[in-house]
């Protein structure tokens, strides 16, 4: 399923830990990623949130909160699976991507 979704000020999209079920495509507003409590990001219009552990089946590594008014695109993981599967280039791609984003940020975090 997709659509879309709306957020306010101070509204929470996803928790770190929870379980990964949807991506999202920010379509207007700010959203403020946090992780431990501490700032890790802020990301606008265009910007995507949710991908990576929706992509390797992993909870949410990270919290992410509407810092303004905010309207986003919301993919679920089921559908963004299934056109993976679709297109098995595409998905290869995607998950190599993926596996390399977590390999690094494993290294960032052991120095």
């Known amino acids: 399923m997709s659509g879309e979704k709306q957020f306010a000020p101070g509204e929470v999209l996803f928790r770190e830990g929870e379980p990964s079920r949807e991506v999202f495509l920010i379509k207007s507003g700010r959203v ?9 990001a802020e990301l606008g219009p265009g910007e995507f949130l949710g991908e990576m552990g929706v992509i390797d089946r992993r909870p949410r590594s990270a919290t992410a909160e509407a810092i303004e008014k905010t309207v986003v695109h919301v993919l679920d993981a089921d559908t963004l699976r299934k056109k993976m599967e679709e297109e ?4 290869a791609l995607i998950n190599t991507l993926v596996k390399r984003l977590r390999d690094a940020d494993r290294r960032l975090a052991d120095i």
């Open 32 to 40: 403020k990623i946090t992780k431990k409590g501490r700032f890790i």
């Open 88 to 91: 098995p280039m595409i998905g």
